[in-house]
T-cell receptor, first 111, second 114 residues
């Protein structure tokens, strides 16, 4: 599975958009981009995933570049409860639970 | 619908002791896995299962055994605990979707080996 590179930490003002980047330059054609987050020491929580097209759900938007070598997770109106470690992961649909996590980005939302 | 349930939540073991971390899911998911997370690190895959009776190794399988006799349960066994196995353990389950897959995690089991 392709590896990802994320900044170690970022911060964002409450109410503003949080844009979390991820590089995955070795991604292959059948690999998806997944985003999970982990609040404090809880179990990771699924946010969103995509293959080629941009995706949006009630939590966030995922923007994938045309060459698929990088992506950005957007939290449109960050709240204090969005403070967490965010993981960008790439994997094939067939891996089904065998995703490989890196260290992620610590996002801190401040008042 | 409880999702993924792990027990115990906290456990202290002495070096050399054995124990089993329990994991159960009530979503009828085919796929289950165990991860460990050390302080300041991401999650690392220990073992996974793609269905009852089928298991395989992940990144860090040494010192751990698993079995999958039912769809619902996926216990993780530590045969002879070592201080290096002090960690937080997460069980997860998922199912095949038409596009990608979503993994559901338990709340974690904190294990300390002294």
């Amino acid at each position: 599975d392709a590896k990802t590179t994320q900044p170690t930490s970022m911060d964002c003002a409450e109410g503003r958009a949080a844009n979390l980047p991820c590089n995955h330059s070795t991604i292959s054609g059948n690999e998806y981009v997944y985003w999970y987050r982990q609040i404090h020491s809880q179990g990771p929580q699924y946010i969103i995933h995509g293959l080629k097209n941009n995706e949006t759900n009630e939590m966030a938007s995922l923007i994938i570049t045309e060459d698929r070598k990088s992506s950005t997770l957007i939290l449109p109106h960050a709240t204090l409860r969005d403070t967490a470690v965010y993981y960008c992961i790439v994997g094939r649909g067939s891996t089904l639970g065998r995703l490989y996590f890196g260290r992620g980005t610590q996002l801190t939302v401040w008042p | 619908n409880a999702g993924v349930t792990q027990t115990p939540k906290f456990q202290v073991l002495k070096t050399g002791q054995s124990m089993t971390l329990q994991c159960a899911q009530d979503m009828n998911h085919e796929y289950m896995s165990w991860y460990r997370q050390d302080p300041g690190m991401g999650l690392r895959l220990i073992h996974y299962s793609v269905g009852a009776g089928i298991t395989d190794q992940g990144e860090v399988p040494n010192g751990y055994n698993v079995s999958r006799s039912t769809t619902e349960d996926f216990p993780l066994r530590l045969l002879s605990a070592a201080p290096s196995q002090t960690s937080v353990y997460f069980c997860a389950s998922s199912y095949r979707q038409s596009s990608g897959n979503t993994i559901y995690f338990g709340e974690g089991s904190w294990l300390t080996v002294v």
